[in-house]
């Protein structure tokens, strides 16, 4: 039935923090952890369709679902039915056991793998292959598949195939060397899910593609800088691997970008209290109110008046330039302390502003983010935007005489980086 026979996803075993570490910020006694039990999770394997897949093959031919499945462990399950997504395991598994250096570089742009299995969904039992979920833990999964090449067919596509390739998303391809198959964002204002499909995707050229871009960007007039330079940290590497390497041809591969809108949300916030000068926000998005109880320019001074905690006003600090470019190539904002944010949260729950009801939903989001950043033990937390590459079911390996760059491949993704390097420019004034 499987052949796997270990569980495809050992979720690394964090270090537990108590309640005490999390909310009072108490220091860790690091010789109490070695001697606690690791917890493993032992509930059985459910799957699930996956409901953040924004593009690509969902549709049923009769009751078989042909779409990606997700699983309770924290990976998604893509099916093998075609002869090209059998070419796509066979991709995963030469990346996985390569020596070549090009490749072994590759590995660390696409989502880990983890073997393949049988699952029985919908009354079908079928292969599939075990990726990382690239949208684990994020709260409010912001996703964008873009197809890239102008070329999106492989060597043994068919007259027909490639007749169908050329036809859709023609402009876009044409002019840009990508498409965009599909994406989805939460709003930043209001938390709404919007989506986009192909049908969308199918008509979009010219300047509606760098506004369907900014759409994705949750941006207005202006663009969240942080999120634009995780997003071409990630970009940035890719390209000079594409520039550079000679072993594969990616055709029809698509960069899959995500961010969370939760965090987003919540690097407004800072950037608001950083900089007063910063426009980090999407135009419209109202500029949060510096009350009381508002954190970002004040210290809890530990007292709790009748309209909430009260806050020791601090000076604004203005950041160095090796301090910005520090900044923007590491990590999201950091979260000020345990008592920044949870007095933030205690702020809602207790609805100083009288709005608790349609706040609340966010809040058990928002807490839960919360708790999940206090307790992640790593000094280095992972970006909250980023980029992979995926769907390597058209992808071919080089033989060593045919060794050279995939043009078709670096033309598309530069273009894509020039598009994101010109929302760049344009935050070029805010401060982080
Ligand atoms: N590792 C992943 N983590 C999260 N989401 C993923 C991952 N891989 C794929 N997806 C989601 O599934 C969608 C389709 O993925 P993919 O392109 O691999 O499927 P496909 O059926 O081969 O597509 P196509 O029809 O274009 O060949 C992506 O747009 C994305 O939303
Ligand atoms: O043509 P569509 O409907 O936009 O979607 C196609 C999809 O039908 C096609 O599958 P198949 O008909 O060849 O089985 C996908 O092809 P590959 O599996 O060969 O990649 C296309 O990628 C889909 O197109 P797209 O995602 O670009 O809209």
Redesign the pocket.
């Known amino acids: 039935m499987s052949n796997v026979s270990e569980p495809p996803l050992r979720r690394s075993i964090r270090r537990q923090r108590s309640i005490y570490q999390v909310h009072y910020a108490i220091q860790r006694r690091d010789d109490e952890m070695t001697a606690r039990p690791l917890v493993q999770p032992t509930d059985p394997l459910e799957i699930q369709a996956f409901a953040l897949q924004v593009?690509?093959?969902r549709k049923c031919e009769d009751t078989k679902y042909l779409g990606l499945l997700q699983c309770n462990n924290g990976t998604i399950l893509k099916p093998i039915i075609?002869e090209?997504q059998k070419r796509e395991v066979d991709f995963y598994k030469r990346l996985a056991s390569t020596t070549d250096e090009d490749l072994l570089e590759l590995r660390t742009f696409v989502p880990k793998y983890f073997g393949c299995r049988k699952f029985t969904y919908n009354g079908y039992e079928q292969d599939y292959v075990i990726l990382e979920d690239l949208t684990l833990r994020m709260l409010e999964p912001c996703i964008m598949d873009v197809?890239i090449g102008k070329r999106?067919w492989d060597p043994l596509a068919t007259p027909e195939?490639i007749k169908?390739e050329q036809t859709?998303?023609a402009a876009c391809k044409q002019q840009y060397g990508f498409c965009i198959?599909g994406f989805q964002v939460y709003r930043v204002t209001g938390g709404k899910l919007c989506k986009y499909n192909?049908d969308y995707g199918k008509k979009l050229q010219g300047q509606a593609v760098k506004d369907a871009i900014r759409t994705y960007l949750n941006g207005g007039a202006v663009v969240c800088r942080a999120l634009v330079l995780q997003t071409l940290a990630a970009l940035w590497r890719l390209q000079r691997w594409a520039r550079a390497q000679q072993a594969v041809r990616l055709y029809?591969a698509s960069l899959l970008l995500v961010y969370d809108a939760a965090r987003l949300r919540t690097c407004c916030h800072n950037q608001d209290a950083l900089a007063p000068r910063a426009e980090c926000r999407a135009a419209g998005l109202p500029r949060r109110r510096h009350s009381l109880h508002s954190t970002p320019s004040a210290s809890f001074s530990g007292q709790l008046s009748a309209r909430g905690p009260v806050y020791r006003k601090l000076q604004p600090v203005r950041l160095t330039p090796l301090t910005l470019a520090q900044d923007s190539f590491s990590q999201p904002p950091p979260i000020s302390s345990p008592w920044t944010e949870a007095l933030a949260s205690f702020n809602h729950n207790h609805s100083f502003d009288h709005n608790y009801e349609d706040k609340l939903c966010k809040i058990k989001m928002d807490y839960k983010a919360m708790l999940d950043q206090l307790s992640n033990d790593d000094p280095k937390p992972s970006p909250w935007a980023t980029v992979k590459v995926i769907d390597f079911?058209?992808a071919f390996f080089n033989e060593e005489e045919e060794r050279a760059v995939d043009d078709n491949f670096r033309e598309g993704l530069d273009n894509f980086v020039a598009i994101m390097e010109s929302f760049l420019r344009e935050t070029d004034d805010q401060v982080i």
């Open positions: 593009a690509g093959h075609k090209a197809k999106t195939k169908n859709k998303y198959p192909k029809s079911a058209h």
